[in-house]
DNA sequence: CGCCTTTGTGAAATCGTTTTCACGCCTTTT
DNA sequence: AAAAGGCGTGAAAACGATTTCACAAAGGCG
């Protein structure tokens, strides 16, 4: 019980301050009844121990651990990074930690992801999508953990949304290369297996550009996950199609840099020849040249309101269950008005 | 004490398995003394009631958290986020969870960080640099938290390090551009204060360039934070100095960029008036044009390998304390023998 | 065939807090 | 002047697991 050993426990506050645990629990906890002599006690023989609580102790005992959970697919992609630095610098601000877990973008593995931030007592878990296994999210209702949906804006009976919409934006970015007179289109989608968004995407932008009387049989779409390499494969395919497109969206910046970088390689000008339109208005859509027209998502945002969601009490929580952030049109250089 | 409310204790399944207490916790921690048919009752009847063990009680009586804490500048920087995503995706393999911090660079606000990592009671800590406030690591050491530095080489007494030597990788850059003929060089360094290794390397160019006769007070350096306009402006002061120099370092791919940004911009030709490398070698190394010759960090293994320090066993930790990775130069387009 | 391990099990103590309850004192109200 | 309430405090129970200890049964050995 030697007090060096590991450092001070409540207890021995309690002795060096001369009154119960019960009091310096309260000292601790900015109980007002405390008298004023008696708190300036504790505090100083606190901070002169060292003391530093035992968050497990008070966890069991009081059932709150002012922990939270993040299962996003990966934290090498910037659109997830920087959701997650903003989520966390928040939650920071009041004390709560944040647990990171990437689940590959595999439903299953997000599974075991969440048993494990179960196990450790998260009180809110932040998910990405709207795509997980109902285990998943009956082990959280189960378990009464509250939990929120990022990058889309459909919250569901037990689940918040903290996003946007992905049809809707996948719609924006038909209308305006629509409108840029374009009539051949081509997409390089994010793989939408187990994945809304970039499924939403897609469908946005076909439904949008079948209003316009192209038949989505008529669009060819690739699939890559989010690297350059992808994007250019994906981009070469297209390109080599005898019905080459003169507009192709991208569902990330990523992949439209991939393009991008193709087209130079193979001296296909761009907008000139093909318009190329990216998703998220990452840092790199300005080091493409040209630099990349794109939609903006406010992935820092997300994160933030995401965190005044999970912060906020259970009756303000109602109100703020499902909150659709705005998309945003960044026009640069890599689309232009189709040539005839 | 409803089973349904919040879930299943240990005790219930005791019940449920008809033993005790003591004996579902050994099946559930795999200790082998146990009958192979009460293992089993034990295990369904886990499994029917959706047990999921209480974290906080497990640590409070074992004194193990399986926590792991990191604090890191920033996510919203692909160097500190793709490590962070090794560390995460090999700590969870063994069930270790991470919570992770960010300082923003700042020290103190890492000391705050650093006592709420404490009070969760992790049982390590993955630090980035060797520059931090002595009271942090005095924290570490009285509660016998294990620590180590990342993106640094140099170990101390009782903190590991699984990294590289900024000072060698800043003279790497240095002999390169020797050797391809400059004399004229400048350096665009990332902040330098409370940062060990955007000092380091700073120095590191400056040592080797001066080895070869070149005063460091002929050697502008300029610093700016780790983004694109920083890297324009900074390139900017330096092109508008008299003494133009034909070579720049930079601390960092996006000071990098940013500084190719602004010489296209300003039609000044890279590489052929000036040479620019940079540092990380990220995914936008690829995406400058010119391509950017960098040197490459490798930010997961360093994830990964301070995961494997952590997660070895206190024996094991003494062969691993100090780890040096190597730093690769990648030649691309943006540096050239200099012009006569 | 007794003695000594080994194996499997349960009862009870324990980890370090928070929370409930009760108590005494002082003030206010009737 | 008695009753009622508020305030500050401490004793003890509780949170849900793990761990120690004790003990019975079974197996090995001389």
Redesign the interface.
Known sequence: MDIED??AKLIDVARLANCSPATVSRVLNGNPNVNEVVRDRVVRAARDL?Y??????R??RSTR?R?VGAIIP???H?IY??M??GL??RL?EK?V??????SGYDIDHEYE?A???????VESVVLVGSTHRPATLA?FE???INYVYTYTSKATEAGAAVGFDNEKAGRTAARYLLDLGHTKFAMIAGITQDNDRAAGRRDGFLNELERSGIDQGMVPVVEGAYR?DDGRTCMQRLMDDVRRPTAVFCGSD?LA?GAI?YC?AEGIAVPKEVSVVGFDNL??A????PELTTLEVPA?DMGRIAADYILASPSQRLHLRQRELAIRLIVRGSTAVVRR
């Open positions: 590991g450092g060292g530093v609580p035992n968050g497990s102790a966890a069991l651990t922990l990966t934290l090498d910037a990074a920087t997650v630095d966390q610098a920071s004390d930690s944040l647990i990171i877990n990437t992801q048993r494990l931030l179960v196990e450790r007592g082990m189960q378990k009464r350059l990523i840099a970088k130079h840092e790199i300005e080091l493409t040249s820092r």
